[in-house]
């Protein structure tokens, strides 16, 4: 792997990008635009945009110009587990401060497990990735991959010095892309935790993380043994909760919750 510089001034960068960013933002076609309007600098043929919740990655955006059979192939397997031995992954969780950016090279070669380079590196038939990497303010990890096929050849230094120029204006895009998307996805416990902890400061540790766990469709015994405690705990923490708030029960938590996004 390599660890690429990101430009701090973004002046005059992608000026014209920005314009055309603004319209896909939010879109279910996401990906395959920002795909389309990569081409000039990066000369892409794979994307993929991913957000890291607890659950795993959820997948925000991707398309393909090459084979699309492989390309959804190697999708399936990476959400379905491949993601692990990702060392994107442990540069989220372990490397990144919230708030904070990394841009990421990795070569075929670099990848050391074979049945993660089988899967998503030699059948799809690609040669090398690009990504930038971002942690949320909110501690959740977030991925804009962009890969070359080996019959167009690895990423050249002009595609290394555009693509640490714009990443700022992706970065942004995609974040603000997320936050649009994120009212349409599943929410986690993770990320209802954080926004409760923000959102309602009164609340302890352990009210907080009951209602959560509330918020994100878990019942008091899968909360329970979530957090390793008692489900009659849970219940108490529960009642706390809501009473600490001002809601009469899940419903209202819910829609609390939603309402003060």
């Known amino acids: 792997m390599r660890f690429l510089r990101v430009a701090a001034d973004t002046s005059g960068a992608g000026s014209g990008l920005a314009c055309q960013l603004i319209g ?46 492989a390309e959804a192939r190697a999708v399936r397997g990476y959400l379905s587990g ?24 990795m070569n075929k070669a670099d990848v050391r497990t074979l049945s993660y ?10 040669a090398d990735r690009l990504s930038l990497l971002h942690k949320t303010r909110l501690g959740e990890g977030m991925a804009l991959n962009l890969y070359r096929c080996e019959t167009s050849g690895p990423f050249q230094a002009e595609h290394f010095d555009a693509f640490t120029e714009l990443a700022p204006l992706l970065q942004s895009a995609s974040l603000r892309h997320y936050e649009l998307m994120a009212a349409r996805l599943p929410v986690t416990f993770d990320r209802a935790l954080l926004q409760l902890t923000e959102r309602f400061p009164t609340l302890t540790r352990r009210e907080a993380q009951c209602a959560a766990g509330v918020i994100s469709g878990l019942t008091a015994d899968e909360i329970a043994l979530k957090l390793g405690i008692k489900a009659t705990s849970v219940i108490t923490h529960r009642k706390r909760a809501y009473d600490r708030l001002g809601v009469s029960g899940q419903r209202e938590l819910i829609g609390l919750y939603h309402a003060a996004a």
């Open 24 to 69: 896909a933002i939010g879109r279910d076609d996401f990906g395959p635009r920002l795909l389309r309007l990569l081409q000039e600098p990066l000369q892409a043929d794979l994307i993929s945009s991913l957000v890291f919740a607890d659950c795993g990655p959820v997948l925000l955006g991707h398309d393909t110009l090459a084979e699309r059979r």
């Open 82 to 105: 491949c993601f692990r031995e990702d060392p994107n992954t442990k540069v989220l969780s372990d490397d990144l401060k919230p708030g904070t950016s990394m841009a990421v090279y």
């Open 117 to 126: 380079r089988r899967l998503c590196y030699d059948e799809p038939h690609i």
